[in-house]
């Protein structure tokens, strides 16, 4: 029996330690949480490993395994510095879901990532300065939408594509993801806000960057769509969930965002609001990577009210009975869905919903990951394993009957355009078309 299995004994005094247990902070400074319970219930089965899509197609990237309980055992014993292969972890988080034993395998990612940035990475190279401007990415778009189509001629570029490449290490294969030239945010506060009011149904819409930046069509439908339904939605100030921040070992930056979008989000939920995401990373972030990564006040309580919206509106709508009802254009999509989707449960849920939707083919292209896993895909030496391991998405979109894409995620939508020259849709925008 593990020590985190071992029964307590009711006549200690609460602050005890008994001998066989002894809590040690594994990365001081950056979390106050013992990790030697999730270490100890791994036996080392290796299903995170076989799970991971970065070990398939890099021999030299020794796993989640390694990544979590082992090398949390070297520092236990040793103080070994984190390895550095750490940062070729993509975070897409499958090692959680493959786990029997319940191993806080992403936890232990994203916290020894954060302490190799903090206290390995050289603060001057081309790859720290590099991550931190894709880690930032809520900064950098919130400068280009000043000036949109400016922005977007210049970032579409073969020059500037070339030099940021050469420079900063961000891949030219990729079509930088244009800017829309109303965001999300002008687009609410021309419309004036809210036009639903309800004191029984409420919900705080949170965008995240790229809904807001670069696709407002997605914001903008699922407003419609909950709105149709009798939502009063608000949309609070935000920051970016933190997603590409994780990934990148930029906890303090994390850190900052995710305490401004806990004070923001908190405050509704005694008001009878719960929080609403369409992008399943944003969803994963605030429901998991906040509670597992930082004590801030009101961070449990926004992660127990946080959704997905899709999942949402199956929860409290009978969505599937209204979808009987309509009808929209003949139409077929491949579907994909995203890891972060897998990982909250919602793998299925639009190919269950949309096959009720006359008019509608759609097929699931398996359960292989996208590969670009936000930022790691725009990174130059990450780009042709990005590749690699989308290869069967890929295989399996060009061979399904639909020649339409659909997922949740924004970074899954650009690989799949970026691999099959497929037009992408999101299920809020399909759902819009035949509920408003």
Known sequence: MSDAESPTNPNLNPGAQTDD????????????????PGADNCYKCTACDVSCPVAEV???FP????????????????????????????NCMRCDDACPSGVPLSQMHNTARGEYVEKEMDKLS????RNRILANYGTLAQLGSMFPRLTNAMMGNSLVQMVNEKVLGITSERDFPAFATQTFREWWNERGGPKVRSEEKRVAYFHGCYSNYNTPEVGKAMVRVFESFGYEVVVPKQRCSGTPMFANGMLEDAKRAAGINVENFSGLLNEGYDVIASCTSCSMSLRQEYPELFDIDGIKDVSEHTYEALEYLRIHENLEDELREVSVDDQSFAYHAPCHARNQGL????????????????????????GISGTYGWKEEKYDKSMQIAADMFDHMEHAQGDVGMTECPTCSMQMEHGTGYDIKHPLQLLEEALV
């Open 21 to 36: 247990f002894e809590a040690v902070e594994v990365f001081p400074e950056s979390t106050d949480m013992d990790l030697r």
């Open 347 to 370: 793998d299925r849920q639009s190919v269950e919903l949309f096959r009720e939707l006359d008019g509608v083919e759609i097929e699931d292209v398996g359960d292989s990951c996208s």
């Open 63 to 90: 796993g989640p395994k390694f990544q979590g309980p082992e090398q949390w055992r070297l520092k236990r014993k040793d103080d070994e510095p984190v390895d550095d292969s750490i940062m070729s972890c993509s």
């Open 126 to 129: 081309r790859e720290y300065i």
């Open 58 to 60: 890099d021999d030299e």
